[in-house]
């Protein structure tokens, strides 16, 4: 056992000084500044977040000597944490500068205190490496969510939405707690690397099916979070009611948080190599996430074309979405495994952008008029061509066509399902998409074809969103095209490390 | 060699999203600037393309200024443009067609009902920038890419300036092609995956060399698999009989710019893709199902001209005989003889000369009189005299009068397909009868329209051609007659690239004097 090292130990929870840092400063403000003032926590913790993150890339990216468990075993620092808890970060910075005007909201300290405790959660469980800092991750991300669910306190379908999402979301945990206190028992340990080490050895007698009923606990767990069909009933109901930031938050940054928390377990506890009682563990999860892949692929597609209501209609696209990226998961079975990681975390760092491009606008757009019906985006091209043009380049970068990062984030999923024989689940997806197509293209149907009842009324956009979405659209944007190459490169960096240790 | 400096190629891809970048900050209000900022981008597209032609060394078969980025080296995929003989010609005719869609467009009235001019003039440019994509890259990613971009500006074009059922139109226009990409996308992946790169001259050198192959035992075994994911896509695109119903609907709907530019660019993108992917990529499928796409170009020969005749609208009309045209050039490429892929090539060329001529004049008499029935017209010679005359040359070059340009390409292409090794004898008949049923719907067209008396009274004052009308119809007809008359200068080009894929495709038969040989295809 080395002597514990303060200083090398520090990056590896960097993210959580940050936020740490800044929850506290946010809490001060919120004391200090006076009601009108108060919108500027946006800023602060906008600020906070996104000068943690850049610290993080600047001055402590892990390299070969540094990365390794560190804080007893409890969490992982590579490049793939990294990679996770960066994409945490932006994605609560931006929620925190699109939330500024929202009524309620964008004025009060404790909404922001929120997002950053639960953006803390998210950068733990992105590097969690101990079954007790699963759990604690998990909760201090989820929990702060169900405040803020139902964070509108007099609207009903708010606090029906918060009300829902806890309930179902506690049950989620209670079962996934099962399952991790079942691998706890196999084992009598609780890190990740240890677990591994010693179902693999001969000491370990537990019988296989046990342990395939302790890894469905877990996956259904993970799928609560992911909002994978079926257990994804929560989703539509918590993304409606839900405050449409909050809304946007948690359909990015806890999806993308329990994704890199999914893989790095599935893969830590139940390496490739693992055999029990000479059955190959990993086929049997691997084959679990394909079949979740089709479940959720097929309801969120199917149900979404029927929604008139945008944020449920982006609730069951995002179930969609948690599908094809299921189709990672699976493929990490095989050849394309290495290839499968880089595609997931591609797929939600682009998704990340895109996702947040989409629900900054419907937050404008509902801001200015009150309303989030599909039908009443008609005729936004002509009250607003710039907003129209950023929600369009959002759609069709979900729906996965060329000019948008999805496109990409798709190509490198499917190609990774094909290396790994699975080319039936990849012809699935595409399949998919091009059902998925036509509720997008609806929408933009709507903003550009029809006409609305005020045309002429501009909406007003003011500086902050300007510049956020401004931003936002121009990195969807460059994701497609001339990011891709660094970006993947280090999303291959991170795959391959996380085997190298494996 | 390769990466000195910028490519002509790349700069003749890219003016339009200069154009459509400054485009995008001009006020709405300011609709002169709007018009000529995209007026003078597609000129100056043009103008660039013809310097590449100058520079085009028509000898060598390989491709030319070529510009080679990577993108994604793992995966094997870069922006990776050139051109060569296939390609050259179809990259002039798209900056050719678009210069005519956008001065055509000036004074379009339903531009001015509905409003909206600068994005319909944004739509165009995104065109224009990916129809020259399609045809330059030779990377099978980014040529897919911009092979979906084609469909947005499209969709919006028809759905928002089109006519009475454009949102039909245009979603199925949509469905149909997105649904026939899809195939293609998953048969380019399969490729890409097992050749471990995407650039197309690199794939098929390997098949030359023998190092990639897909193996083929029978109509349905691998390589007729992928052959069969590419060629759908591209035949609906072309379109191919049975899959052409989208094209009457989104023709019928189109706005005039519209028609002229789906007729002129975006159905030659499928013929395009049918030479420069299917046949040097999968030759040994290519050779087997020949004769059964031939059959089904021939029906659409056929079938086209017989659906042309019965129809009483204008546009569909004109439509319906697209679907009869396209079907030469797909028996003239799958002939597999370098005389017939050379008329296809330059079939593509007048067709889109002729047709969108027909789709201009069709578009200049909707203005006139709002209506596309072929029964509302009559006598309009005596109205608008001038229409009237250029009307004739483009009509009689569409239905392959000799010493104008539609007779090069369907004499070419049945000379070709005639020589075939893969094709019989029958197909040719049929297809030569395909050009007397051309004269007749042809004849009947103008005829309807033009001659007999002027006696519909709102015929009788019909206002005259605006100046930008005239400005249109004149290339057309010069060229109509140019290439009819001389048509070595636009046919040479081809020659080499030709050569050397027909010698790659049937190689023991490189050229027609060769016949005997015939062995290949069972």
């Known amino acids: 056992m080395q002597p514990f090292d303060l200083l090398a130990s520090l990056p590896a929870i960097a993210a959580a000084v940050g936020l740490t840092i800044t929850s506290i400063v946010v809490l001060a403000l919120d004391m200090f500044l006076k009601e009108s003032q108060r919108r500027n926590i946006a800023f602060v913790t906008a600020a906070g977040m996104f000068l943690t993150a850049g610290m993080m890339l600047a001055f402590w990216m892990p390299t070969a000597a540094t990365e390794g468990l560190y804080w007893g075993g409890m969490v992982r620092f590579d490049m793939l944490a990294t990679m996770f808890c960066v994409i945490a970060l932006l994605g609560g910075g931006i929620t925190a500068l699109i939330t500024i005007d929202v009524d309620k909201l964008g004025r009060s300290g404790e909404y922001y205190l929120i997002i950053t405790v639960s953006t803390l959660g998210a950068c733990l469980v992105s590097s969690a490496s101990d079954l007790i800092m699963v759990f604690l991750g998990l909760e201090t991300m989820t929990i702060p969510l169900y405040v803020l669910a139902a964070f509108r306190r007099d609207d009903k379908k708010s606090a029906e939405s918060g009300m829902k999402y806890f309930l179902f979301g506690s049950f989620a945990s209670a079962i996934l707690l099962y399952g991790l206190s079942l691998i706890y028992g196999f084992t009598g340990s609780t890190n990740l690397y240890t677990i591994a080490e010693y179902m693999g050895s001969d000491a370990f007698t537990v019988n296989l099916v046990p342990v395939l009923v302790a890894i469905t606990l877990i996956v259904v767990g993970f799928g609560f979070k992911i909002s994978a069909a079926p257990f994804h009933f929560w989703t539509p109901d918590v993304y409606e009611g839900a405050p449409t930031p909050v809304t946007a938050f948690l359909s990015v940054v806890s999806k993308a948080a329990s994704f890199a928390l999914l893989v790095r377990f599935a893969l830590t506890a139940f390496p490739p190599a693992l055999a029990i009682n000479g059955a190959e563990v990993q086929l049997f999860w691997t084959n679990l996430a394909a079949v979740l892949a089709v479940v959720s692929m097929i309801v969120g597609n199917l149900i979404a074309l029927a929604q008139k209501n945008i944020k449920r209609m982006l609730a069951y696209s995002s179930i969609a979405q948690a599908g094809y990226t299921l189709i990672g998961v699976a493929a990490l079975a095989a050849d394309g495994r290495e290839q499968a990681v880089a595609g997931i975390s591609y797929y939600m760092l682009m998704y990340m952008f895109t996702n947040l491009l989409a629900f900054g606008v419907v937050i404008l757009y509902s801001n200015a008029t009150g309303k989030d019906d599909i039908r009443d985006f008609a005729g936004l091209s002509r009250r607003s061509p710039w907003m129209a043009i950023a929600m369009t380049i959002a759609l069709l970068s979900l729906a996965g066509v060329p000019p948008g990062a999805g496109f990409l984030g798709k190509f490198f999923l499917f190609q990774a399902a094909v290396l790994s024989n699975l080319t039936w689940l990849a012809l699935f997806g595409i399949l998919m998409s091009l059902v998925a197509l036509y509720y997008y293209l609806i929408v933009i149907k709507y903003m550009y074809v029809d006409k609305g009842e005020d045309e002429e009324q501009a909406i007003p956009v003011s500086g902050t969103y300007r510049w956020t979405l401004a931003v936002v659209t121009i990195v969807v944007i460059l994701l497609g095209s001339f990011a891709v190459q660094p970006i993947f490169n280090w999303a291959m960096e991170g795959a391959q490390t996380l085997f190298a240790s494996l | ?522």
């Not at chain 2, 199925?172 to 890409?192: C, H, N, P, Q, W």
């Not at chain 2, 004049?361 to 001038?386: C, N, Q, S």
């Not at chain 2, 005639?418 to 009868?433: D, E």
Request: no cysteine.
């Open chain 2, 1 to 522: 060699m390769e990466n000195t400096g910028l490519s002509l190629v790349t700069v003749v891809l890219f003016l339009p999203l200069v154009g459509f970048s400054i485009l995008l900050f001009i006020p709405d209000a300011q609709s002169r600037n709007i018009k000529y900022t995209a007026l003078g981008t597609s000129l100056v597209t043009f103008a660039l393309s013809l310097v590449m032609w100058a520079n085009f060394d028509a000898a060598n078969p390989a491709l030319q200024m070529v510009q080679r980025w990577e993108w994604l080296p793992q995966y094997g995929i870069g922006y990776y443009v050139g051109i060569d003989g296939l390609n050259m010609i179809m990259v002039v005719l798209t900056t050719f067609i678009m210069s005519i869609g956008i001065l055509s467009s000036f004074n379009a009235h339903v531009i001015q009902e509905r409003g909206r001019e600068k994005l319909y003039y944004l739509f165009m440019l995104l065109l224009q920038w990916a129809m020259i994509g399609v045809f330059v890259v030779q990377d099978l990613i980014i040529f897919y890419i911009f092979w979906e971009v084609t469909l947005v500006p499209m969709y919006f074009l028809v759905g928002i300036w089109g006519g009475e059922k454009r949102v039909y139109a245009a979603v199925k226009f949509f469905l149909y092609t997105m649904a026939g990409s899809i195939l293609m996308l998953l048969a380019l992946l399969y490729v890409g995956t097992q050749a471990g790169t995407f650039a197309v001259p690199e794939i098929i050198a390997g098949i030359q060399a023998g190092t990639i192959s897909f193996p083929l035992d029978g109509l349905f075994s691998t390589q007729s698999i992928l052959f069969l994911g590419f060629f759908i896509a591209f035949a609906i695109k072309v379109p191919i009989w049975p899959l052409h119903s989208w094209l009457p609907d989104a023709h019928v709907q189109a706005p005039t710019a519209g028609s002229v530019i789906l007729a002129g660019v975006l159905l030659k993108m499928g013929s395009y893709g049918m030479i420069r992917f299917l046949l040097p990529m999968f030759p040994e499928a290519s050779v087997a199902w020949a004769p059964i796409i031939a059959l089904l170009a021939v029906i659409g020969i056929i079938y086209g001209a017989w659906v042309s005749f019965a129809q009483t609208d204008m546009k569909k009309l004109v439509a319906y005989s697209s679907v009869s045209h396209m079907g030469f050039i797909v028996l003239g490429i799958f002939a597999m003889t370098s005389i017939g892929i050379q008329g296809s090539i330059i079939q593509m060329v007048n067709h889109g000369i002729s047709t969108g001529g027909l789709f201009l004049i069709v578009g200049m008499l909707y203005e006139r009189r709002h209506t596309k029935d072929l029964a509302a017209f009559g006598g309009i010679w005596k109205a608008m005299p001038l229409l009237g005359a250029i009307s004739l040359v483009v009509v009689l070059s569409s239905m392959g009068m000799p010493g104008l340009n539609g007779f090069i390409g369907e004499f070419t292409i049945l000379l070709g397909s005639m020589g075939s090794t893969v094709l019989g004898i029958g197909f040719t008949v049929v297809a030569a009868l395909g050009i007397i049923l051309a004269a007749i719907y042809m004849l009947n067209f103008f005829q309807r329209i033009f001659m007999g008396e002027l006696d519909k009274e709102e015929n009788k004052n019909l206002p005259k051609l605006e100046w930008n009308e005239i400005a249109v119809l004149v290339p057309i007809v010069v060229l109509a007659i140019w290439i009819g008359l001389q048509p070595a200068p636009f046919m040479n080009p081809s020659d080499a690239t030709v050569e050397s894929l027909v010698a790659q495709v049937v190689p023991d038969t490189t050229t027609v004097a060769q016949l005997p040989e015939a062995g290949q295809g069972e």
